[in-house]
């Protein structure tokens, strides 16, 4: 059903092709949200111990992995860091949900209610708030602290929650999911990885996966439809909100927490190469598809560069 002071998607089209009809798309993920939900507290078996020997995090990816740091490394130190760095994500995610759960809430505020369309996002909410809280009980079960973002970027996120655009707060989305996504796709699979941990991802890339559908599409459809000035804030404020995710993906308290030179650490890390191949190859499936609808360009696009997540 649409509201009167909608446009027929279905007769519009951008650099992809004709956009698909915002209900039917709907219809869909709500269908494959029935067969492929999960309650994380009775599908993973928190209570079985942590295996020796196994990562929290494929060493791939971690932070410092190939750096000379990391050579003089021992093997416990860097379990310890890839342990570390695993809460340090789970807590970014959590910051992450949080804004998403925000923006999605404030996007149906004026939509049908009893649309397909606001039903799925309230659907989605209801993941979220899983994922948030598996990701919390995570932590707590890794014993390690949580890793909140810096105050600066706390605080600059409730300015962007307010000002964000339609679209903007669709392009955030994707930017918050799907980089981790990659990253979680590699690791569900990967049996040096504990088992826990393996759940964990399993799930989120599962129902993320609805998740990102339901952004890309829209994100198309108010990127043909928004206003020339709403288009460019939208990139604008993409761009400085890939530089945010870029400066906090890993929390630098982590090398503090594992005993390590914090500042030595942090300048490794940005003069990998290892490290900026990994991000942005975490980054291109959705730079790609930004760049195909026309979100990459002007000062955004310098702005994605400078986040070291565009090549």
Known sequence: MKTLSEPDFTLLRDALGPLRDREQLAERLLESSLKHSFDPDKELDWEAPFEDGKWFWPPELVSLYDTPLWRRMGEEQRFDLARHEAASLASLGIWFEIILMQLLVRHIYDKSLTSHHVRYALTEIADECRHSMMFARLIRQGGTPDYPVPRIYHNLARVLKTVSTTPGSFA?????????????????????????????????????????????????????????????????????????????????????????????????VRASGHRREVMQTGAKRLTDFLDDIGLLRGPGRALWRASGLLA
């Not at 918050?176 to 590699?186: H, T, V």
């Open 172 to 268: 955030a989305t994707l930017l918050g999911e799907e980089i981790l996504d990659w990253m979680q796709r590699l690791t569900f699979p990967d049996e040096r990885v504990q088992t826990l941990v393996r759940g964990v991802t399993r799930i989120h890339v599962v129902e993320e996966a609805r998740h990102v559908r339901y952004a890309r599409e829209e994100l198309r459809r108010q990127m043909v439809t928004a206003p020339r000035w709403e288009q460019e804030f939208t990139r604008l404020s993409c761009g400085e909100a890939a530089r945010v995710f870029s400066v906090c993906f890993v929390n630098p308290k982590v090398y503090e927490n594992v005993g390590l030179d914090r500042r030595e650490a942090v300048a490794q």
